[in-house]
């Protein structure tokens, strides 16, 4: 179980948002790459970085800060955020990213996702937020007619290396995790579920300690790491212990 710090650059500064609102934007850090340094110190083995206004813009917006992260850390990183065609693919991986994750793309243009994954195997996330249980797109300021189970079958066979799920309503509230949706998905789909959005305190840990959140592949933790409420060190040891995901 793997535990992912998120680094969301908004402006080139590290930020937490509140649901995905750009306007509830809390800085936690004006140098990202110290953020990246700080938790890799902490002993986190990747990193979950998203370019909030590219997500919105539809290309990359904080390049400069993602490239600072990438030459100051060893640990791999994962990408969102603006990453809509192949050429932004491969200048991500080329430039050392080790998976990018394709968000509104995914809904939009499936055979991209598709050919991005036979061309990079094991380097293609899918990103699926969801919003009352249907997919949100173009930076969440969308809603489509697809659930998050319809859109994870669509690439069951396309080599995708993981799905990052994120319940919306719950993001950056500290509310806990939607385990009960989550692990729905992870048991829909082969493809390796991560859990983001609403991640809260150590009892939430715990929890994806339990045996039936075996299935899942790991969790992305904003807010609650930044502001204490999870102590990495405590979190990282309870995670260690639990086996590898058992396929659905």
């Not at 998203?50 to 919105?56: E, K, Q, W």
């Not at 990018?100 to 499936?110: E, F, K």
């Not at 690439?155 to 919306?168: K, L, N, Q």
């Amino acid at each position: 179980m793997i535990l992912y710090p998120a680094i969301d650059l908004k402006e080139g500064r590290c930020v937490r948002l509140i649901q995905g609102d750009m306007d509830q934007a809390t800085v936690f850090n004006d140098d990202p790459a110290d953020q990246a340094a700080t938790f890799e110190a902490q002993g986190f083995e990747w990193l979950h970085v998203v370019d909030l206004d590219g997500a919105f813009a539809g290309k990359p917006m904080n390049a400069e800060a993602v490239e600072n992260i990438l030459k100051r850390v060893k640990i791999p990183v994962q990408l969102g955020g603006g990453i809509r065609d192949m050429k932004t693919v491969e200048g991500w991986l080329g430039k050392g990213v080790s998976r990018v994750i394709i968000g509104t793309a995914a809904v939009r243009d499936p055979d991209f996702v598709r050919e991005a994954a036979r061309l990079h195997p094991g380097r293609i996330a899918v990103g699926i937020d969801a919003k009352d249980g249907k997919v949100a797109v173009e930076g969440w300021a969308q809603t489509s007619t697809l659930s998050a189970e319809e859109l994870g079958r669509r690439f069951e066979d396309a080599g995708v290396a993981a799905i990052i799920y994120t319940d919306i309503a719950r993001d950056g509230i500290l509310k806990g995790l939607n385990f009960p949706m989550t692990l729905s998905l992870a048991r829909a789909v082969s493809i390796p579920v991560i859990a983001s959005g609403g991640l809260a305190s150590m009892a939430d840990i715990e929890r994806l300690a339990q045996p039936d959140c075996a299935v899942l592949d790991g969790a992305i933790s904003g807010r609650a790491l930044y502001d204490g409420r999870i102590d990495p060190v405590e979190a990282l040891a309870l995670l260690r212990q639990v086996p590898a995901p058992s396929s659905p």
